[in-house]
């Protein structure tokens, strides 16, 4: 009960009352829609929760990295310049690798790859791959933070680096932009789908490869010469003869003789598995034994062997079903190879790779057709040498260091 004045006003009239108010229009439209004050509820807690305004800032810094003026990627060089202790480096890494100093037709080999890896490193310096590769901007900077730059962030640290050529210098850098340059090619490669009938196709190419040798099953029971003197080995033989061939006993029931390689089960063994591991006297035999019988005793270095052949298997070519893992794996390395040396040749095109002033197609040309043609006591330029040794002797008149012991021609 309400007092309105000295008036009691009961409850159910003042809800009456307030019901005849004139309400505002956000309280009348609360409660005509309450589905838009959920709406707003939700709105106010969205714009409340720490994780939108997170978002919110990545948005924006992602936005202002889009919109920032990008670094525009070099014109690739139409010309490579390289000196000839390029080649002399590649000379000597060579023969750290296999111990002798490549000739002729391998010093070409050595020059062609390495003049390729050039190109592909212009070509990824071209696109600020050691800006943009996380393990080739990491090594640049610490290669400045090394000599004494730490003050300085990472970003300025990598251009510093670049400014004074590491990124073609520095062994690691190049490695890694040459390997993502041949990666990237491959991958595109390798990443298109294949077909059956394709893989198909390559298998009945390459049916060589993918060939099983002739194979033996078969199953053995060994005596070992070392094991037994020569009377027991006899006697035990004996035995073991009169129980095979009295018993015919099955493969699954051999519980007779010495442990062997092969053991007493039935094994499949190739034919140039058996012939390497047991001898010609095991492989012959078991090319003239019938299907299902024991035969032997037949005597090896090791000793006597007793063998019951359950299968002679040809040499035959699977089925595409049966390998196309394999199969299909080949077929994309070797899609990717070739994608590869496509992609490099387009390159040789729009790049000349000079050496010591000379076309190294030149050098590289006569190294495969006319080795020895110009052979001389001293080459007076890169274009003479004959293998790794002149060029070696190339830059030490260039430099004018003396010769080293042990230089001798592989």
């Known amino acids: 009960m309400v007092r309105a004045g000295n008036r009691r006003i009961p409850a159910q009239r003042r809800r009456l009352m307030n019901a005849s108010l004139p309400r505002s229009r956000n309280e009348t439209t609360v409660q005509r829609h309450p589905r838009r004050r959920f709406a707003r509820i939700v709105v106010r807690r969205l714009l409340a929760a720490p994780l939108l305004h997170f ?49 002729g037709r391998e010093l070409a080999a050595l020059l062609r790859r390495g003049a390729d890896d050039e190109i592909l490193l212009r070509v990824a310096l071209a696109r600020n791959l050691h800006r943009s590769d996380p ?42 932009l040459i390997g993502r340059m041949k990666l990237e090619i491959e991958g595109a490669a390798r990443a298109r789908p294949v077909r059956d009938e394709r893989l198909a196709r390559y298998l009945s ?36 003869d009169r129980l095979l061939r009295s018993t015919g006993a099955a493969p699954g029931d051999v519980a007779i003789g010495d442990p062997v390689l092969a053991g007493a089960s039935s094994t499949t063994w190739s034919k ?3 012939l390497k591991v047991f001898g010609p006297a095991i492989e012959h035999a078991l090319d003239e034994a019938p299907v299902g019988r024991w035969t032997g005793p037949v005597r090896t270095a090791l000793g006597l062997h007793w063998l019951r052949l359950e299968e002679r298997i040809p040499a035959r070519v699977p089925a ?26 387009s390159m040789r095109t729009k790049t000349q790779v000079m050496l010591g002033g000379v076309p190294i197609d030149r050098v590289i040309d006569r190294l495969e057709h006319a080795p020895g043609s110009l052979r001389r006591s001293r080459p007076l330029s890169i274009f003479e040498v004959e293998d790794c040794a002149d060029v070696l002797k190339l830059e030490r008149m260039a430099t004018g260091s003396p010769a080293q012991p042990g230089g001798k021609r592989s």
């Open 205 to 240: 190419h390459h049916q060589r490869r993918y060939r099983t040798p002739p194979s033996y099953r078969f199953t053995q029971v060994f005596l070992s010469a070392a094991r037994h003197g020569p009377s027991d080995l006899e006697r035990e033989a004996e035995r073991i």
């Open 135 to 176: 393990v080739a901007s990491a090594r640049l900077a610490s290669n400045i933070a090394f000599i004494g730059g730490r003050a300085a962030d990472p970003a300025t640290l990598m251009e510093r680096a670049i400014a004074m050529g590491m990124a073609e210098t520095d062994l690691v850098v190049r490695r890694r």
């Open 272 to 274: 140039a598995d058996v």
């Open 320 to 345: 595409l079903d049966e390998i196309r893992e394999r199969v299909r794996y080949d077929f994309l390395a070797r899609r990717g190879q070739a994608a590869l040396a496509r992609a490099i040749e």
């Open 55 to 103: 978002f919110l800032v990545a948005l924006a810094v992602t936005g202002y990295q889009l919109s920032a003026p990008q670094r525009e990627p070099a014109a690739i060089s139409p010309k490579i310049e390289l000196p000839p202790s390029w080649a002399a480096t590649l000379c000597r890494d060579e023969l750290g690798r296999s111990g002798a100093l490549a000739r």
